[in-house]
T-cell receptor, first 116, second 113 residues
Framework: AQTVTQSQPEMSVQEAETVTLSCTYD???????LFWYKQPPSRQMILVIR??????QNATENRFSVNFQKAAKSFSLKISDSQLGDAAMYFCAYRRGEGSYGKLTFGQGTILTVHP | DAGVIQSPRHEVTEMGQEVTLRCKPISGHNSLFWYRQTMMRGLELLIYFNNNVPIDDSGMPEDRFSAKMPNASFSTLKIQPSEPRDSAVYFCASTSRVPDTQYFGPGTRLTVL
């Protein structure tokens, strides 16, 4: 079975600085997708970024980027120029390719605090 | 699109009462997921449907929990009878094959007294 591990229960960063959240996963599949979701205090789960395993290029969405290391099964999220609104719980998630019906396996989450 | 719609947003009930949570997935999405989130257990997948058919309900904690999807635009999660340990935030999410991303509703915060 696939597992997703986020080894940092909590992280903090100063406003305008850069922070990296770690995620590792275990799978024997070659076709899969990886996601980062953000859950602010409003508790809404918001997609931050996604990465297809077959793509070597790291995904980027504005201030958010990933470091996808397929051989190491690592998928970290880098937040640049951190803003107060980035404070939230961040979840890493894995999804198999074909035949999975879209089921996600989530990590335990990392609470990010942003200091002004 | 309006996104995934859940109702009610908040529910407070007494132990032993029946609770029904509702979800309307994004139009065109063919998979629907029910999750439960608590401080102790984190985010748990309860059940999911594909084309209105339940695929895996192994996450449903007890027989007190049941879920239905009578059509492509509506699903319910029912708890009968409810217990205080059922207090949690319940999320519904939906996805399609393309672009494979799962979108979440705003959640229902359930409190069982």
């Amino acid at each position: 079975a696939q597992t997703v591990t986020q080894s940092q229960p909590e992280m903090s960063v100063q406003e305008a600085e850069t922070v990296t959240l770690s995620c590792t996963y275990d799978t024997s599949e070659s076709d899969y997708y990886l996601f980062w979701y953000k859950q602010p205090p409003s508790r809404q789960m918001i997609l931050v970024i996604r990465q297809e395993a077959y793509k070597q290029q790291n995904a980027t969405e504005n201030r958010f980027s990933v470091n996808f290391q397929k051989a190491a099964k690592s998928f970290s999220l880098k937040i640049s120029d951190s803003q107060l609104g980035d404070a939230a719980m961040y979840f890493c998630a894995y999804r198999r390719g074909e035949g999975s019906y879209g089921k996600l396996t989530f990590g335990q989450g990392t609470i990010l605090t942003v200091h002004p | 699109d309006a996104g995934v719609i859940q109702s009610p947003r908040h529910e407070v009930t007494e132990m032993g009462q029946e609770v029904t949570l509702r979800c309307k997935p994004i139009s065109g999405h063919n998979s629907l997921f029910w999750y439960r989130q608590t401080m102790m257990r984190g985010l748990e997948l309860l059940i999911y449907f594909n084309n209105n058919v339940p695929i895996d309900d192994s996450g449903m904690p007890e027989d007190r929990f049941s879920a239905k999807m009578p059509n492509a635009s509506f699903s319910t999660l029912k708890i009968q009878p409810s217990e205080p340990r059922d207090s949690a935030v319940y999320f519904c999410a939906s996805t399609s094959r393309v672009p494979d991303t799962q979108y979440f509703g705003p959640g229902t915060r359930l409190t069982v007294l």
